[in-house]
């Protein structure tokens, strides 16, 4: 579980739960703040737009995706680079062919499919070719996710912004009186108590800018930074992968245990990099 989406969400969602009842009127001004119509609309009609602008089957892996911006990456890059520099070991000694024996047990499909095929591939240019050919169908999967989010955090705050349009309408209207809008029936409207009416406006003015109010929250609490954070989470994994390309093609080429961690090192953050850096003064070439 990633805690920091989770804080975030919860933060959000408190402030602004904190906003509206912090004041005199408490409990009260909660019941201000909602209306089943108005979630309905914006949320609705987000989705009726997601739905026309992308394929049923990609709305049908929204859960499958979000679960992604949940879920912590616990395979980290000193890890890939110690596994690589075992390989890059075992390799030195028995050859490439060896690997077929460590296959089994790697659970990564990307760096389980890459071993087989440095095993079977004899032209180096054309392993790495093919690896980042699949990086790059990879990455572009990740972005189908991520702008689906995106697309639906720019849908939300347009439906907040018509179904205003729409109340202020019924309201506008709701000052003639009914049937033709004649130059009497807007006289005899004005007979009514001006204070009753100018009250009913901005309640229902109040009601109208509702959508808005949820169509930026759905907006800029859910939709967009669970984007962003998916889009986090594919660089992530797209690091990674560059990490195991560049250290399949150090064993296709037999490199020394000691050159792999170096070279893979460039992958990490130098801050990172200089205690790794110390524990390879040790191993003699």
């Avoid at 962003?228 to 037999?254: A, F, P, T």
Wanted: proline content about 2%; overall charge neutral.
């Amino acid at each position: 579980m990633d805690f920091a989406t989770l804080l975030g969400l919860l933060t959000g969602i408190g402030l602004i739960i904190f906003a509206i009842i912090g004041g005199k009127d408490g409990m009260v001004a909660a019941t201000y703040f909602w209306d089943y119509r108005s979630l309905l609309l914006v949320l609705g009609g987000t989705l009726a737009a997601t739905f026309i602008n992308y394929p049923l089957k990609n709305m049908w892996s929204i859960f499958k995706v979000l679960k992604n911006a949940f879920r912590r990456n616990v395979f980290g890059y000193e890890e890939i680079i110690k596994q690589f520099e075992d390989y890059a070991q075992i390799v030195r000694k028995k050859g490439l062919l060896a690997l077929e024996n460590e296959i089994n047990d790697i659970d990564d499909y990307f760096l389980k499919n890459s071993i087989e095929l440095a095993i079977s591939e004899k032209n180096q240019d054309n392993l790495r070719n093919y690896l980042y050919l699949e990086l790059s169908n990879m990455e572009k999967r990740h972005q189908i996710g991520q702008e689906l989010f995106f697309y639906m955090g720019s849908y939300a705050p347009a439906f907040g912004m018509v179904g205003t349009i729409v109340g202020l309408i019924i309201m506008m209207q709701s000052y003639t009186a009914t049937g033709p809008a004649t130059a009497d029936a807007f006289s005899a409207a004005l007979e009514f108590d001006v204070a009753t009416k100018f009250r009913t406006l901005l309640e229902g003015m109040g009601m109208a800018l509702l959508t808005t109010f949820y169509g930026l929250i759905l907006s800029n609490l859910i939709f967009i930074p669970i984007g962003g954070k998916l889009k986090r989470r594919s660089d992530e994994e797209i690091m990674q992968k560059e990490i195991m390309i560049e250290g399949v093609v150090c064993l296709h080429n037999r490199d020394h245990h000691v050159i792999v961690r170096e070279k893979l090192n460039t992958f990490v953050p130098e801050t990172e990099r200089k205690t790794q850096k110390v524990e390879n003064n040790n191993i003699k070439l």
